[in-house]
């Protein structure tokens, strides 16, 4: 296997990688309410991420020795028609996987907060709202409990 096709091969690879954290990160979003399976799957999203850690390494060495010093914009340009042909799809569908799995991961991340928020907000429902300061000025009052949520 030359230089090239171990270099494609792992373009391919890391698309794929990037098409299953994607998969698992609209799984997770549909579960978010579900804490033992967003749980599973932030589980199964950090093996993925091993391996993507370790694919983008790999790509990253590759890049060197077949470009030596250039830019990737420079080094598309000395492709030839074949190569470009094979290259620059792979690159882009790099470089959107990459775009909709941040904008996923931040989707998620609001989408969490917002859970957490809310348990929050029905522990402090459940419990009648903060619990007394531990210490206080002697004479002194514990601050008045209310029942709006100041976090939601």
Same mark, same amino acid.
């Given at each position: 296997?030359?230089?090239?096709?171990?270099?494609?091969?792992?373009?391919?690879?890391?698309?794929?990688?990037?098409?299953?954290?994607?998969? +698992?990160? *609209?799984?997770?979003? $549909? #579960?978010?309410?579900? =804490?033992?399976?967003?749980?599973?799957?932030?589980? &199964?999203?950090? /093996?993925?991420?091993?391996?993507?850690?370790?694919?983008?390494?790999?790509?990253?060495?590759?890049?060197?020795?077949?470009?030596?010093?250039?830019?990737?914009?420079?080094? +598309?340009? *000395?492709?030839?028609? $074949? #190569?470009?042909?094979? =290259?620059?799809?792979?690159?882009?569908?790099?470089? &959107?996987?990459? /775009?909709?799995?941040?904008?996923?991961?931040?989707?998620?991340?609001?989408?969490?907060?917002?859970?957490?928020?809310?348990?929050?907000?029905?522990?402090?429902?459940?419990?009648?709202?903060?619990?007394?300061?531990?210490?206080?000025?002697?004479?002194?009052?514990?601050?008045?409990?209310?029942?709006?949520?100041? /976090?939601?």
């Amino acid at each position: 296997m030359t230089v090239w096709d171990e270099f494609v091969a792992v373009l391919v690879e890391e698309n794929e990688l990037l098409k299953e954290l994607i998969s +698992l990160g *609209t799984a997770k979003q $549909e #579960q978010i309410n579900n =804490a033992q399976e967003v749980a599973r799957i932030a589980e &199964q999203e950090q /093996k993925i991420l091993g391996r993507l850690d370790e694919t983008d390494r790999r790509r990253a060495e590759l890049f060197d020795v077949i470009a030596v010093g250039r830019s990737l914009e420079d080094w +598309l340009a *000395t492709l030839t028609e $074949e #190569q470009s042909a094979v =290259a620059e799809p792979l690159l882009v569908n790099l470089a &959107q996987n990459l /775009k909709e799995l941040q904008a996923l991961n931040d989707l998620n991340q609001q989408l969490l907060s917002q859970a957490l928020n809310y348990v929050h907000y029905s522990l402090n429902l459940l419990t009648g709202g903060e619990a007394a300061p531990t210490y206080s000025k002697p004479g002194g009052s514990a601050p008045g409990r209310s029942f709006f949520d100041r /976090k939601v």
